[in-house]
């Protein structure tokens, strides 16, 4: 059996989200995600909209994962890796390669990382955008 890990914000979850986890899904035999806390988060991108719960709920709901970690490594190390039993490690293809040497430099040195193809045109992001965009009121 092959044990997948991705790791993820999982914010205001979207179909991107879901076509990733597919993808990763299809690499493997059973899909783990991890979920960043707020600060990896935060570090990342921007404080995130929806807590802890919320996105996590929203990752184990998602018919393609098996199982939902929370407080996600913001750098995975071997140990962790093996306390997981992970053969192989997913990211969508959207970082740069010094990002990703960065962030994965352990699992890319291990030989069980790989990228899979980002959706275009759908992200947190630009879901925000758009909100303000229409100026949403509510």
Known sequence: MI????????DLFHYGHVEFLKKARALGDYLIVGVHNDQV????????????DQ??????ACRYVD?????APELP???WISKHNIDLM????DMSESDLNHYYG????????????YTKGISTTEIIRRCKEIDLKV
């Open 77 to 79: 190390d071997r140990e």
């Open 106 to 117: 352990v699992p890319i040195k291990m030989g069980i990382f790989r990228t899979v193809r």
């Open 55 to 60: 996105r996590l709920a929203v990752v184990a």
């Open 41 to 52: 988060s935060t570090d990342w991108k921007r404080p995130p909209i929806l807590s802890m």
């Open 3 to 10: 044990r997948v890990y991705a790791d993820m914000v999982a």
């Open 90 to 93: 997913v990211h969508g293809d």
């Open 67 to 71: 199982e939902a970690l929370p407080n």
